[in-house]
């Protein structure tokens, strides 16, 4: 089925503060989720919902917090999401870090102990709204692993993210690299087995370590695993987030020793940075000018071509759904309306909501 962002808008903030969010949280929660279906990425999206209202019913996701300052020193600021809806948390730990850069030109910044923070792209295009780089490190904990390290078999790290983010200039789109460290996202892979497609060759791998196109061996026991991208490179950028973002934030890496009650907790490690504090902003702007128009400039391959750069794939996509609509896969519909029901929002009410 295919929704108009408006009425997808009104369903998703209706049912948040059925299931107890103040109206402020609703909408960032929305926006959040929403924008991420219009991004392309549906694995961060409004599909989300049904695990956000199992956590909340399970008292491991907390409405109406918001991130408390737990260090403060200049530069270095140390927030905890105190398990509330991570959208608002990283969005608000964002607003004060960004300040802070505009003072310092530099802050590093951590967040941790946040329930799912989704598409970390919004908080790199967040740090851009506001003239800054962003580099984050993510990682995820309270959750059994679902990827293999190069070489293993067994399942010992999450998706963990990473995210770059590059303010664009007059000419040139902003740069918003922002990649899980699996060949595929595991929402990619809850995507493909709502719709019982395959997913990609080299993406997963069943739980004796073969090769396999099923999405299915993820979500089963015994448990596949997805792939990291890159083989160990991946591998080693998982194992950097996990240290970078839970290690150093205080909220613990994915060694089996710290809690896992089948929540979705992110940690992350972030550092923003005041351009201008290094070079002149007309001599990045041509730079980057230059650069973009020189990776730009081959002849396209047939299957991969044209040479896209980070961040213009989800442009893309906004420019198409907002237009058109976003797409949603039975299945995925039918558990959102499940987990809407769940807290008393009916499906004759969600009718009355999309059809006015
Ligand atoms: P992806 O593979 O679709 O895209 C990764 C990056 O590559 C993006 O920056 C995109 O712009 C770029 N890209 C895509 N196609 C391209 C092309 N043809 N040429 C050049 N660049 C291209 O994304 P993903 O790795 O599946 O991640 C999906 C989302 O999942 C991200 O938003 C990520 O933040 C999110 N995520 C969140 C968590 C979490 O715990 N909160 C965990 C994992 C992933």
Redo the contacts with the bound molecule.
Sequence with gaps: MIIAEANLRQVVSQMLVRAGSSAYEAEVVTDHLVR?NLT??D??GVGMLPTYMRNLNRGILKPNQHPELAKDSGSIMMYDGLEGY?QVQAKEAMQGAIARAKETSLVLMTLRNSH??????TYGEQAIAAGLISIHF?N?VDHGPTVAPYGGTKARF????V?VAIPGTAKTGAI?????TSK?????ARVAKNKGVPVPDGSVIDAEGYPTNNPNVLFEEPQGSLLPFGDYKGTGLALVCEILAGALSGGGTIQPGNKRRGG?T?NMFTVLLKPDALVDHSYLSHEIDELVRYVKDTPPQAE?GP????????KAAIAERSQEGIPLEQSTWEQIVEAAESIGFSQAEINHVLAS
């Design positions: 991420a392309g990425h694995s961060h991570g799912h923070i989704g598409r970390i792209g993510v995820v999450v998706t963990n993210p995210c918003v690299l922002d990649m899980a595929i996202a595991l929402g990619k979705t992110n991969t040479v896209k750069i980070a961040g213009e794939p989800e």
